[in-house]
Nanobody
Framework: QVQLVESGGGLVQPGGSLRLSCAAS???????????MGWYRQAPGKERDLVAT???????NYGYSVKGRFTISRDNVKNTVSLQMNSLKPEDTAVYYC??????????????????WGQGTLVTVSS
């Protein structure tokens, strides 16, 4: 009933910057509330790791390896979450996934709690 669409991945040189964005929308029914949003990443052959999270009242949490380099933000009106990535390193290369904990209202006005994921966007840091 809800989809998350990501954008902004690509190839960047070490030391460069990229900005990822993710927009949540209802495919059927409507979104009542979005609680936590955030980003995870998965490098080839590795597990999916936390990058950053943000609550509905803008409290943030970052993975150790990205603190001081990445900044997460959200727009509660547009239902979007963004990740500004600076000082990128080759080890930041991964598929980045956004997620959102959503309370949706179905077509029969029922409330549905969902954890929705984006399709993933590839970030490659290489010279």
């Amino acid at each position: 009933q809800v989809q998350l669409v990501e954008s902004g991945g690509g190839l960047v040189q070490p030391g460069g910057s990229l900005r990822l964005s993710c927009a949540a929308s209802a495919v059927s029914g409507r979104i009542a509330r979005i609680d936590d949003m955030g980003w995870y990443r998965q490098a080839p052959g590795k597990e999916r790791d936390l990058v950053a999270t943000i609550t509905s009242d803008y409290n943030t949490n970052y993975g150790y390896s990205v603190k001081g380099r990445f900044t997460i933000s959200r727009d509660n009106v547009k239902n979007t979450v963004s990740l500004q990535m600076n000082s990128l390193k080759p080890e930041d290369t991964a598929v980045y996934y956004c997620y959102a904990n959503i309370l949706a209202i179905g077509s029969s006005d029922e409330y549905i709690a969902l954890k929705s994921w984006g399709q993933g966007t590839l970030v490659t840091v290489s010279s």
